[in-house]
């Protein structure tokens, strides 16, 4: 089994051209989060989930990795359960 504790996780979504997609699931990756979907079409949209503390950082890494053509929109919150090392 194991421990964890609850935690909430900021929904979000980024617009952003398929060149991008690989770069922005990257930087998601890193800073914790974890994309939960990609819709495609004439952009591709990744709908992520980020530790609350990550959210803000993230969106300013994605700004500035981008010069502003892609941005962070957020679209909710959610708790999950983290386990404890």
Sequence with gaps: AGVSVVRRWVRAE?????????????????????????EYGAEVCLKLLLPEEAAEPFAVRITDLTS????VRT???????????
Excluded at 14 to 38: H, M, N, W
Excluded at 68 to 71: M, V
């Design 14 to 38: 980024v617009p952003c051209t398929y060149s991008l997609l690989e770069r922005i699931k990257l930087e998601c990756a890193a800073f914790g989060g974890v994309v939960q979907d990609v």
């Design 68 to 71: 502003g053509a892609a941005g």
């Design 75 to 85: 679209t909710g919150e959610e708790f999950m359960p983290v386990r404890i090392r």
